[in-house]
């Protein structure tokens, strides 16, 4: 009979932190997978990589915006767009760690890193997303628990297609097709959400100095962002280019996430599962080498992601082998596919949620 193990709810002067859980005892499954990761060193940091990395995605990012000034008015900017879209997502990975405490050994510096990444750099809100990723971590695909599936403008569970009606259920019917086009609206959806966040004062960690000091970096973002496109571009050019630059960022962002949990195993809200399998059940691996790593972040290592939140990313290789085998000795499934095959995997899931709402034709219109 299994337990339900919850992850740490302990939160440090400004953020929660994300780590993972302390072992129930020295007889769990859990326990014993993290004695065998710890003694291989893995959680150490890595502090070489993430200086060389912090620094040449900065110097990318800053070469996005020089460029930018060089070109000016121009519809080549739109190469620009697309350039800065990439280092924007490449910048939210590195917010994402930092987050996860995976950076420093400090967690003040970790959060310094963070908030500078996510809301000076690109305008999202890192007390928010904190908040928001913590419950995500702690039950990964639990109904009603689980903030990342949610009943929004996509349906998750046929429980939330079955309520819909109107515009709504016709959405629902065809989010399969609409998925990677309403990708689009995700870097817009997740700015609109960090300052709403902000603004109402809820759903964001921190402490108010924090918050504050978070404000402010959000607005000198957004106003610089938005300075920097209306004086250098005419106001078509500005409008085209923030159209291209938020839409690929938000297609990339989505694209690196979709596969991780979306149509992997799902629990009810009170379904009682220990925390190694709530993780591995709920998780799904991409394959690939050092560029699918690169590209998505090390978010293709989900299952090890999620049993060790803070390891540094590029540990994350190493742990596979460790992890793939114990579940092989334990008769847990693993799951691990290709990138393209994931994003099937994902439509076919969304697609089969709406199949209620195609049996109901009296909701079109």
């Known amino acids: 009979m299994t337990t339900d193990i919850s992850a740490p709810s302990t939160a440090p002067a400004d953020y929660a932190e994300i780590t993972e859980p302390p072992p129930t005892g020295r007889g769990s499954d859990y326990a014993a997978l993290s004695r065998e990761v710890k003694q291989s060193g893995l959680l150490k940091r890595r502090p070489g990589y993430y200086s060389v990395k912090v620094g040449g995605n900065l110097l990318l990012l ?31 990975f590195i917010g ?20 500078v990444h996510a809301d000076l ?7 928010w997303w904190i908040a928001k990723h913590n419950r995500h971590h702690s039950h990964p695909n639990h109904v009603d628990r689980d903030p990342d599936i ?15 009606s109107g515009a709504y259920a016709w959405l629902g019917r ?28 809820t759903g964001n960690a921190g402490s108010r100095a924090a918050k504050l000091a978070e404000a402010g970096m959000l607005t000198a973002h957004l106003v610089g962002y938005l300075a920097a496109l209306f004086l250098v571009l005419s106001p078509l050019q500005a409008v085209c280019f923030l159209a291209v630059h938020q839409g ?6 989505g694209c690196s996430f979709a596969p991780n949990h979306k149509g992997m195993a799902m629990f009810a809200k009170d379904d009682k599962v220990d925390f190694l399998r709530r993780q ?45 085998s114990f579940c092989a000795r334990h008769g847990i499934a693993y799951h691990e596919t290709g990138l393209f095959d994931s994003y099937a995997q994902v439509l076919r899931h969304l697609h089969a949620v709406g199949g209620p709402l195609r049996l109901r034709p009296e909701l079109e219109y």
Request: aromatic share 12%.
């Open 62 to 92: 800053a070469a996005g915006w020089t460029a930018f000034g060089l070109i000016g008015q121009s519809w080549w900017q739109m190469v620009t767009a697309a350039f800065l879209a990439v280092m924007f997502t490449q910048t939210g």
């Open 121 to 127: 750099l690109i305008g999202l809100s890192y007390g």
């Open 280 to 324: 591995v059940l709920t998780s799904r691996n991409i394959r690939g080498r050092r560029f699918t790593d690169f590209a998505l972040g090390g978010l293709n290592y989900q299952i090890e992601h999620h049993l060790f939140p803070s390891m540094p990313r590029p540990s994350l290789r190493q742990a596979q082998e460790i992890v793939r």
């Open 150 to 164: 949610a009943d929004g403008a996509i349906a998750f569970t046929e429980d939330h297609a079955r309520v819909r």
């Open 96 to 115: 994402h760690d930092a987050g996860h405490q995976q950076i420093a050994g400090s967690k003040r510096v970790n959060n310094l890193i963070g908030r």
């Open 248 to 253: 690929l960022f938000g297609l990339y962002m």
């Open 174 to 201: 065809h989010q399969a097709w609409l998925f990677f086009p309403m990708l689009l609206l995700e870097g817009l959806a997740l700015h609109v959400a960090g300052v709403r966040a902000l603004l109402e004062r």
